[in-house]
C-alpha cells in the first residue's frame, strides 16, 4: 500500500531555513513524479515544486523560485526552504503519481496519493 509521510514542519522566524522530508512507500519514486503543495486555512492548495524521478528535473513556483530547493534520496523527497517568509505559512503536502507531465504536475487533481500534511508557521 502507497504511503506518502511529510515531516520537519515548525515554527521558524522570517528569514529561516526548514527542511521538509516526505518518505515514499508502496511506490518506487523512480518512475513517478512527486510534488510539494501547500495550503492556508480557507484557500485552495496550491503547487510548490517538483522533481520528476525519471530524469531529475526540478520544477519551482515562482513564489519559491531560488528559496527553495527539491531533491530526492531514493525513496525520499526533500524540500529545503530558505530565507522563509510570513506567506510562507502554510500546511506543506507532498504528493506523487507517475502518470504526470510538465503540464499537469502542478494540478492537485492529477495526483492520486497524498501525504497528511506538516504545517509550516513563519513568525517573528
Known amino acids: 500500500q502507497l504511503q506518502l509521510v511529510e515531516s520537519g514542519g515548525g515554527l521558524v522566524q522570517p528569514g529561516g531555513s526548514l527542511r521538509l522530508s516526505c518518505v515514499a512507500s508502496?511506490?518506487?519514486?523512480?518512475?513517478?513524479?512527486v510534488s510539494w503543495f501547500r495550503q492556508v486555512p480557507g484557500k485552495e492548495r496550491i503547487w510548490v515544486s517538483c522533481i520528476s524521478g525519471y530524469d531529475g528535473s526540478t520544477y519551482y513556483a515562482d513564489s519559491v523560485k531560488g528559496r527553495f530547493t527539491i531533491s530526492r534520496d531514493e525513496n525520499i523527497v526533500y524540500l529545503q526552504m530558505y530565507s522563509l517568509k510570513t506567506e510562507d505559512t502554510a500546511v506543506y503536502y507532498c504528493a506523487a503519481d507517475p502518470w504526470l507531465t510538465q503540464a499537469t504536475m502542478m494540478l492537485t487533481y492529477e495526483y492520486d496519493y497524498w501525504g497528511q500534511g506538516t504545517q509550516v508557521t513563519v513568525s517573528s
Open positions: 508502496g511506490i518506487t519514486l523512480d518512475s513517478a513524479f
